[in-house]
Nanobody, 118 residues
């Protein structure tokens, strides 16, 4: 059974840090690019970070560049999103997406809530 499970969300003060995890099972994780998305209340979903299957290359939205870092541990079938210097505007549900180009596969987790507030 294919599963993507996010964890690590919670309430944090502005300027604080959180590390999100996305744990995968049921598919060949190392072959998949992983993307982190977020969706704040009343707003459209935003792509936050991408980490590739080959080489683990990363790309970030301008809004998080320099503050967020994504990494992956293929031995643990897990991707991480380290979030530093958090701002209230980072408040959102964060979800991970696993995508393989061929054969085409696309899996989603249910998300974890991050709230940045004093």
């Amino acid at each position: 059974q294919v599963q993507l499970v996010e964890s690590g969300g919670g309430l944090v003060q502005p300027g604080g840090s959180l590390r999100l995890s996305c744990a995968a099972s049921g598919f060949t994780f190392r072959n998949y690019n992983i993307k982190w998305y977020r969706q704040a209340p009343g707003k459209e979903r935003e792509l936050v970070a991408t980490i590739t299957s080959i080489g683990g290359r990363t790309n970030y939205a301008d809004s998080v560049k320099g503050r967020f870092t994504s990494s992956r541990d293929n031995a643990k079938n897990t991707v991480y999103l380290q979030m530093n210097s958090l701002k209230p505007e980072d408040t959102a549900v964060y979800s991970c997406n696993a995508k393989q180009e061929w054969p085409p596969r696309d899996y989603w987790g249910k998300g974890t809530l991050v709230t940045v507030s004093s």
